[in-house]
């Protein structure tokens, strides 16, 4: 370990969080935040800590802040934590007269992966190196160990792996640091990218199945909260961190005193709005740029999509409250005639495993396109292996049946040319179909779900009705056309087809 100081920049949620942790890992911390309040916040809680190991030195004027470190003619290291964008190209712009030769910024935003190769061509030219650094889990995992996805300078990221190797979670089942060298330019934030799009797929399927087991079976929080507890503890989502946190979510009850509750002892769940507004006010960009990237790359991510319009939807209320009251469409109603509850919530079970599923085949397929587009040379099985422990879609089952798998085979653009995985979502389509035509009947969201249902069927369809599409769009474009049985073009490669038809003269 070379290195005894780091300087975080932003004193928010994350950037405290990480400041405690690394104190705690023996390093001397500066913090700096353009905003002074952050900074006298975390210095209160610092004199409140007990834990502490490395110094804490809070900062107010940037220079201060930069001439803190590397005062023995160290390197310095900084590792910024502020909302992606311009916020970060101001700290740069503010920073850069502070930095020499051989300085490390460790950039730990959701940052746009082009935003990150535009500033590591930047820092290069006085010889800093810019590393876009995926940062999983949440300021809890901040605080005690995220999922690391670092990309850039591989001499550079040798330099400060040990380092992310400390603060890295550490994988329970094989007791290694969850972080590796994920590749050149902006491949580390690509990966966390993509993470995050994997993870609104999810969020999505598991609320679509709290709305079942809710409105559809009339299940309490408690009740719902000890199935997802029990799903937590056995079969395909085992260990899964968003199915623990649902069930923790399901039980937690508001406090006594009154300060968060609108009436004592109810469940706090109940003073949760229906609006998610990450995506609509900016905060929150790695959804979007994941289902533009999927669709720019020719890859098809139905669940992820799904669930982002749903919280796309959701975030903008008063709208849809509006259009609301003009529709009149029937809000879900109970599921009717279940002959078995036990074999119900079984296939609710099998129908989100399926979606998460999808979620990460989705995901893992893009980072696939895009290593091979960018020339980043990703291993798939890293991604699974740095997923284990400190990030939000940590799923063992998940992780077991996909890694070994992707060992063998690290540029697979298509997860379901695997017979096993394969097998996985063929089992799990019966209960999808069931739950999916079920919550349609009693008019049940079920966006994910459906998506899901759908993704299934057409990746593993052979006769498509989309010939009729070709012959539309033959009809009026001229766009040409493939023939079936015909050596070459059936199944031939993706490319424009040499035939055409003049259905209307012009």
Known sequence: MKFKQIGIVGAGNMGSMMGFAFSELGLDVSIWDAKSANVDDFMKQVDQASSLTGNITGFYDVSSFSASLGQHGDRKVFLFSITHGTPADEVLKKIKPELRK????????????????????????????????????????????????????????????????????????????????????????????????????????????????????????????????????????????????????????????????????????????????????????????????????????????????????????????????????????????????????????????????????????????????????????ECIRIWRAGCIIQSEFIADLLEPLLKENNSLTNMKLYSSVGRELQCSYTALKEIVSRGIVADHYLPALSATLEYVKYTTGKMLPTKFMEAQMDYFGAHSYNKPGVLGEDPGPVAKGPHHFEWKPA
């Open 102 to 381: 051989g300085d490390i910024i460790l950039d730990g935003g959701n940052e746009h992966y082009r935003n990150t190769e535009r500033r590591q061509r930047e820092c290069q030219n006085i010889g800093v190196d810019w590393i876009g650094i995926g940062v999983s889990g949440g300021y809890q995992s901040a605080r005690h160990g995220p999922s690391l996805s670092p990309g850039g300078n591989a001499a550079a990221l040798k330099e400060v792996m040990p380092l992310l190797e400390l603060y890295a979670a550490k994988d329970p089942k094989y007791s290694v640091p969850c972080v590796s060298n994920i590749g050149p330019g902006g491949s580390g934030h690509f990966v966390k990218m993509v993470h995050n799009g994997i993870e609104v797929g999810m969020l999505s399927a598991l609320c679509e199945a709290w709305g079942f087991l809710h409105s559809g079976m009339g299940l309490d929080y408690d009740h719902i909260g000890e199935i997802f507890a029990a799903w937590n503890d056995n079969g395909e989502l085992h260990t899964n961190y968003l199915i623990k946190i649902a069930s923790d979510i399901c039980k937690t009850r508001k406090t006594i005193d009154g300060k968060t509750a609108q009436h004592e002892g109810g469940h706090v769940l109940d003073d949760v709005l229906d609006k998610v507004v990450q995506d609509d006010d900016g905060t929150e960009g790695t959804p979007s740029w994941s289902i533009m990237e999927s669709a720019m790359r020719h890859i098809s991510c139905p669940t992820i999509a799904a669930g982002f319009y749903l919280r796309v939807t959701s975030g903008n209320r008063e709208e849809r409250l509006k259009i609301a009251d003009k529709f009149s469409i029937p809000k879900p109603k109970p599921i009717q005639d279940i002959e078995d509850t036990g074999q119900m919530i079984e296939d609710l079970r099998k129908a989100v495993y399926c979606a998460f599923l999808a979620s990460y085949y989705q995901g893992l397929e893009l980072i696939a396109r895009a290593s091979i587009d960018e020339g980043w040379n990703i291993n798939l099985s």
